[in-house]
């Protein structure tokens, strides 16, 4: 087994979430089969992990805390290798791909950004072009001006300038993001985008997946909310602490007994008429009343 080094993921702009894009409208299809990991003398994380994802597709990773679901991640990208299993991009096995090709195949946003960059927001950002360049090559005016754009879609063109040590946890979430658009991966990862943010950003995320999914990017993220499963209403996976993993529609597999057991707390499905979709609710004991 072997551990690669984090430092990578700075170096080859790979960044934890995963999103995949059909890059100029191609198609991609992530298959993972019987991925199984577990780290040194330690019983196994996970087990047996199936499921395919597409283009225009996401899937959310549901899971209590310690389950896994960052090493699942750490896997899909090859920054852990599994014990048995594959994971293919396209057919390709990504486990024989080099640093530079997984990154211009998937962004990955990993939930513990580092703050000791000294770059501005901008150049931070613009690093996402990385994994497409020479050794003495910089990046052009369109990709700085595609870096302003998406600061602007994202609300953030006033830090362009400022330091990115200096940002906020989520502000750094949202940056990361950005900058994994800049690197245009047919694939992203996100791990617990929402994390660091406020309620209302929490759902401009969700929403900005949706748009996502429109324009072609497939998304797997991690997330301790249900209701994102819920509003994404796509695929879904549950990864409980015995490393058992679970795939299918959101509609499927989530469930109050499956929540209550997952998460050991009294929650509950309830329609809203206004929505399409079930939310999650705490019950706070009264279902035990
Ligand atoms: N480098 C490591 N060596 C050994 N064990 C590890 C290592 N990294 C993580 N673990 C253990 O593996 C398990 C899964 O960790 P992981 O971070 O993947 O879970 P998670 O589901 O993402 O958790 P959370 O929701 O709290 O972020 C945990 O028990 C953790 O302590």
């Not at 999103?19 to 991925?35: G, H, M, R, T």
């Not at 395919?52 to 549901?62: F, P």
Request: proline share 4%; charged share 20%; aromatic share 8%.
């Amino acid at each position: 087994m072997t551990i690669k080094y984090f430092d990578r993921i700075n170096r080859s702009s790979i960044l934890c979430l995963i999103i995949i894009k059909a890059k100029d409208a191609i198609s991609v299809k992530l298959e993972v089969k019987n991925l199984s990991f577990a780290y040194p003398k330690s019983a196994p994380t996970f087990s047996n992990v199936n499921f395919d994802l597409h283009s225009g597709e996401s899937l959310v990773i549901l899971g209590p805390n310690g389950a896994g679901k960052s090493t699942l991640l750490n896997c899909l990208v090859n920054l852990l290798t599994p014990v048995s299993g594959t994971v293919k991009i396209n057919d390709a096995e990504i486990h024989r791909m080099n640093p530079k090709e997984v990154a211009q195949e998937m962004g990955y946003v990993q939930q513990q950004l580092l703050s000791v960059f000294s770059y501005s927001v901008r150049d931070y950002v613009v690093m996402g072009k990385a994994p497409y360049l020479g050794m003495f090559s910089q990046p052009r005016k369109e990709d700085y001006e595609k870096v302003d754009q998406l600061l602007e879609e994202f609300g953030l063109s006033q830090f362009a300038n400022h330091s990115y040590a200096d940002l906020s946890g989520g502000q750094r979430q949202r940056v990361a993001i950005i900058r994994t658009l800049i690197q245009t991966p047919s694939i992203i990862l996100l791990d617990e985008p929402t994390a660091h943010l406020d309620v209302g950003n929490q759902y401009k995320t969700v929403e900005k997946i949706k748009e996502l999914k429109k324009q072609g990017y497939a998304v797997i993220m991690t997330t301790h909310n249900p209701d994102h499963a819920l509003i994404l209403d796509d695929k879904t996976g549950i990864l409980e602490a015995s490393g058992r993993f679970t795939f299918g529609e959101a509609k499927d597999v989530i469930n109050e007994k499956m929540l209550n057991e997952l998460y050991q707390c009294d929650l509950s499905l309830k329609e809203v008429p206004e929505l399409n979709h079930q939310i999650c609710v705490y019950m706070g004991g009264k279902n035990n009343d």
